[in-house]
């Protein structure tokens, strides 16, 4: 077996693991990324393509060429919800436009950055298991077909959901989140379908409800270049996604004619991200580490931040040459204060919504005005509507949810809930000694949750 020493080795060439790479590359460090695509195929991941703009992504790249590259619809102003049981609304966005990309090329444009920063890129490259002797010292792989050992200071598992490194690793005596299982994913599939006709919501996200507790999307790329996809919670009884997405197309006359261009599919987490992604020599980042938003599926800001903070706690470790969890702490520190908060709160609606059918939860909301439903879900930025015009809604809202009081107040106190949640995900512990102190008074949080909800137990 070949051997090969680097002071970094990133499995997995996508979002996290190419703004991993590129980060470390510049701090001048020796790092490579073992992908299992060929070159070729390198980028082409199962996706939405929907992001919030250039703004989402860590300054290591070339950011105006991977607009420039892969930005294909960069208007997206609104979030347009169909409403099968009443009328359809849109929440604006609010401050930058979103964008739908090409995500292959965006794929490959990341790649590319990841290599002119410095970091070498091997493709054909399956790792299989990772070497340890107390702490993780490298992987084993194959590359084309032969077996390598690629021997590092630390590892950053960038290798999306399930990935197979966490069962290799003996996270024993570590605070590592094992806490993980298969009911915590969500399965999607896509297509991108070229219309015979432009779309007339190339200036919105457009979301659907599914009766699987799920949702699913058109995207536009271009006003001629959808992104169509669905996906279903794994908790719930198996949805035949193809089928699912190709009778929803063909019931919408403006997907009359049109030719289905890529088709793929892949596992998402949809839970709270990984409550340490940190073990001796062993980092985890982006889906790996469950750092997607659990109720929109969004996932590539999280990675690329995640990837990025990684490369740097990493390249201050390997400079003072200890690689335990403490020296690698701050990277759990960095994401739960940060995006980790926020999606640990928006888990808690995830949680409510499968402790009740999707036609009650239709029904409330085609009752409530978008604005209530912003409110209720805690999200910033809508435009405050004036106190006579808010007492009408809540008076009309009040009257159309009858019936559903009680589910209605149930979200109200998860809304708090949310607050409190994010509160003890900022006192999240800068070491790893109040950890299970820090635990403790979050997981005091979600009991009260399962009480008000009577949900199962999602941890
Ligand atoms: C259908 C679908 C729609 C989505 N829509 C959106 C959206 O609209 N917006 C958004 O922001 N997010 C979306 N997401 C989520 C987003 O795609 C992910 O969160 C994001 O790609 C995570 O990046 P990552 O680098 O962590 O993992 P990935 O992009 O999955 O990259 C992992 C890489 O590791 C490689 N790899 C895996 N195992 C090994 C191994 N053993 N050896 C070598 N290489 C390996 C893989 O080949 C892959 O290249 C969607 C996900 C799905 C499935």
Same mark, same amino acid.
């Given at each position: 077996?070949?051997?090969?020493?680097?002071?970094?080795?990133?499995?997995?060439?996508?979002?996290?693991?190419?703004?991993?790479?590129a980060?470390?590359?510049?701090?001048?460090?020796?790092?490579?990324?073992?992908?299992?695509?060929?070159?070729?195929?390198g980028?082409?991941?199962?996706?939405?393509?929907?992001?919030?703009?250039?703004?989402?992504?860590?300054?290591?790249?070339?950011?105006? $060429?991977?607009?420039?590259?892969?930005? %294909?619809?960069?208007?997206?102003?609104?979030?347009?919800?169909?409403?099968?049981?009443?009328?359809? $609304?849109?929440?604006?966005?609010?401050?930058?436009?979103?964008?739908?990309?090409?995500?292959?090329?965006?794929?490959?444009?990341?790649?590319?950055?990841?290599?002119?920063?410095?970091? +070498?890129?091997?493709?054909?490259?399956?790792v %299989?298991?990772?070497?340890?002797?107390?702490?993780?010292?490298?992987?084993?792989?194959?590359?084309?077909?032969?077996?390598?050992?690629?021997?590092?200071?630390?590892?950053?598992?960038?290798?999306?959901?399930?990935?197979?490194?966490?069962?290799?690793?003996?996270?024993?005596g570590?605070?590592?989140?094992?806490?993980?299982?298969?009911?915590?994913?969500?399965?999607?599939?896509?297509?991108?379908?070229?219309?015979?006709?432009?779309? +007339?919501?190339?200036?919105?996200?457009?979301?659907?409800?599914?009766?699987?507790?799920?949702?699913? @999307?058109?995207?536009?790329?271009? *006003?001629?270049?959808?992104?169509?996809?669905?996906?279903?919670?794994?908790?719930?009884?198996?949805?035949?996604?193809?089928d699912?997405?190709?009778? *929803?197309?063909?019931?919408?006359?403006?997907?009359?004619?049109?030719?289905?261009?890529?088709?793929?599919?892949?596992?998402?987490?949809?839970?709270?991200?990984?409550?340490?992604?940190?073990?001796?020599?062993?980092?985890s980042?982006g889906?790996?580490?469950?750092?997607?938003?659990?109720?929109?599926?969004?996932?590539?800001?999280?990675?690329?931040?995640?990837?990025?903070?990684?490369?740097e706690?990493?390249? *201050?470790?390997? %400079?003072?040459?200890?690689?335990?969890?403490?020296?690698? @702490?701050?990277?759990?520190?960095?994401?739960?204060?940060?995006?980790g908060?926020?999606?640990?709160?928006m888990?808690?609606?995830?949680?409510?919504?499968?402790?009740?059918?999707?036609?009650?939860?239709?029904?409330?909301?085609?009752?409530?005005p978008?604005?209530?439903?912003?409110?209720?879900?805690?999200?910033?930025?809508?435009?405050?509507?004036?106190?006579?015009?808010?007492?009408?809604?809540?008076?009309?809202?009040?009257?159309?949810?009858?019936?559903?009081?009680?589910?209605?107040? +149930?979200?109200?106190?998860?809304?708090?809930?949310?607050?409190?949640?994010?509160?003890?995900?900022?006192?999240?512990?800068?070491?790893?000694?109040?950890?299970?102190? @820090?635990?403790?008074?979050?997981?005091?949080?979600?009991?009260?949750? $399962? +009480?008000?909800?009577?949900?199962?137990?999602?941890?």
């Amino acid at each position: 077996m070949t051997t090969e020493s680097r002071d970094i080795v990133v499995v997995g060439g996508g979002t996290a693991g190419c703004f991993a790479a590129a980060t470390a590359a510049q701090e001048g460090l020796d790092v490579v990324i073992l992908e299992r695509k060929s070159e070729d195929d390198g980028g082409h991941i199962a996706c939405g393509d929907a992001i919030k703009g250039k703004s989402t992504f860590p300054d290591v790249i070339d950011l105006d $060429y991977l607009r420039e590259e892969s930005f %294909t619809n960069e208007n997206i102003q609104r979030a347009h919800f169909i409403n099968p049981k009443g009328d359809n $609304y849109d929440i604006p966005f609010q401050g930058e436009a979103g964008s739908v990309i090409d995500r292959k090329r965006y794929g490959e444009v990341l790649l590319e950055e990841a290599d002119r920063a410095g970091a +070498e890129i091997h493709y054909n490259t399956v790792v %299989t298991d990772v070497t340890q002797n107390g702490r993780v010292t490298g992987v084993t792989a194959k590359r084309e077909g032969s077996p390598v050992e690629y021997e590092a200071e630390v590892v950053i598992d960038a290798a999306g959901a399930l990935s197979i490194l966490q069962d290799k690793v003996d996270f024993e005596g570590t605070r590592y989140d094992t806490n993980v299982d298969y009911s915590q994913f969500c399965s999607a599939y896509r297509e991108v379908i070229e219309t015979d006709e432009p779309v +007339e919501y190339d200036d919105a996200i457009v979301f659907k409800p599914t009766k699987e507790l799920g949702y699913l @999307w058109y995207f536009p790329r271009t *006003d001629r270049e959808i992104n169509a996809g669905l996906g279903f919670q794994m908790n719930k009884p198996p949805m035949e996604l193809v089928d699912v997405l190709k009778r *929803d197309l063909e019931a919408q006359p403006e997907f009359e004619n049109a030719t289905v261009k890529d088709k793929l599919g892949a596992a998402l987490p949809t839970r709270r991200p990984y409550d340490s992604a940190v073990a001796p020599g062993f980092m985890s980042v982006g889906d790996a580490a469950g750092h997607v938003n659990p109720t929109t599926g969004g996932g590539i800001p999280g990675a690329a931040k995640a990837g990025h903070w990684a490369a740097e706690v990493a390249t *201050d470790a390997i %400079t003072e040459g200890a690689f335990s969890e403490s020296m690698l @702490w701050e990277y759990n520190h960095r994401v739960q204060t940060d995006f980790g908060k926020r999606f640990a709160a928006m888990d808690l609606y995830n949680i409510f919504g499968s402790a009740h059918e999707v036609d009650e939860l239709t029904e409330i909301i085609t009752a409530l005005p978008a604005e209530m439903l912003v409110d209720l879900m805690g999200t910033k930025g809508v435009t405050s509507l004036g106190v006579v015009e808010k007492i009408k809604t809540t008076i009309r809202a009040a009257i159309d949810t009858r019936g559903h009081w009680g589910t209605l107040r +149930e979200g109200y106190q998860v809304s708090q809930l949310a607050g409190d949640l994010q509160s003890v995900y900022d006192q999240y512990p800068s070491t790893p000694s109040e950890f299970e102190n @820090w635990q403790a008074k979050r997981d005091a949080v979600m009991d009260q949750l $399962y +009480e008000i909800t009577g949900a199962e137990p999602k941890y």
